[in-house]
């Protein structure tokens, strides 16, 4: 029952943690919808080439909620693909308090956060780079339209029932979107706390030591993890000296926190959430490996 207890109250701290970051980000995308659908478009122009590069320093701000918030943001096409990746590979989570809490030296810390922050501005200028070029191939325009909309319609929010679009109705469409994310998070984090339990700490940890490949692609399968549990792991396995800079950077670089799980709810292709997440694993697991294999120090 304790151990209940326990799985139960961690799932709703961490769940509790992005409440602030959603409402927030729900409140800037009903307005777009209610008052500045011109505004909106001419944010997908402006973040076009210089997106990744305010993503990748952004996400490097120790926060829970902020790759969830542009999870949002990218279902609504508020922001690029590009932008999204540079967001979730330089997120970094609960990497700096344990570093601090462990006296980790400043310049360290720092040089860490601009390793991610460089890979996550570098992959999102190719991604974005690749997607226009392609989009120009077929004919396309390289800006998808942006559809706020359609996330109220497929949360049933019934945004548009009040047509004067007062605070109090943006207010409350923000509110039920909020909640709807809020209560999914908290169902699924549950669950994964749980499996976390039953397979052990321990077990993982003995999991990330082994052959040094497997160490990185592991270390990537465990950051895909959408839980905090997963970069404390990592951090304080590297922490402990049990695995290298690139196995750390393997983790922490594919751990987007609860960005994905967001993704995979609020984004209306499935299959295109999939292909980003094999994407992020992809990035952030070839990264670490050539951080090894460079030997690159810090």
Known sequence: MELLIEIFLDALIDSLKILPFLFVTYLIMEYLEHKAEDFSAGIVEKTEYFGPLWGGLLGIVPQCGFSAAASNLY????????????????????????????????????????????????????????????????????????????????????????????????????????????????????????????????????????????????????????NCAASVIITELYLDHMITLGTMMSGLLVGAGIGLLVLFRVNREKKESINIAIMLFLIGTLSGLLIDILKIGI
């Not at 609504?76 to 979730?88: D, E, H, K, P, S």
């Not at 990497?95 to 810390?109: A, D, K, Q």
């Not at 976390?196 to 592991?218: D, F, M, Q, R, Y």
């Open 75 to 226: 279902a609504g096409r508020v922001i690029t693909l590009g932008t999204l990746i540079a967001i979730y590979l330089s997120t970094s989570d609960e990497m700096i308090p344990l570093f601090i809490s462990e006296r980790v030296p400043f310049p360290t810390m720092i040089k860490i956060l601009i390793i991610k922050a460089v890979i996550g501005i570098t992959a999102g200028f190719i991604i974005d780079g690749v997607v226009h070029y392609h989009h120009r191939l077929r004919g396309k325009s390289p800006n998808d339209p942006v559809r706020i909309d359609e996330l109220c319609e497929k949360e049933h929010c019934h945004c548009d029932d009040d047509e004067d679009g007062g605070f109090l109705s943006i207010a409350r469409s923000a509110l039920v979107h909020t909640l709807h994310i809020f209560f999914f998070v908290l169902v699924l984090s549950l669950l994964l706390g749980a499996a976390i339990e039953i397979i052990g700490k321990a077990n993982l940890e003995e999991l990330l030591k082994t052959n040094p490949i497997i160490s990185h692609l592991l270390a990537g399968l465990v950051g895909l993890i959408p």
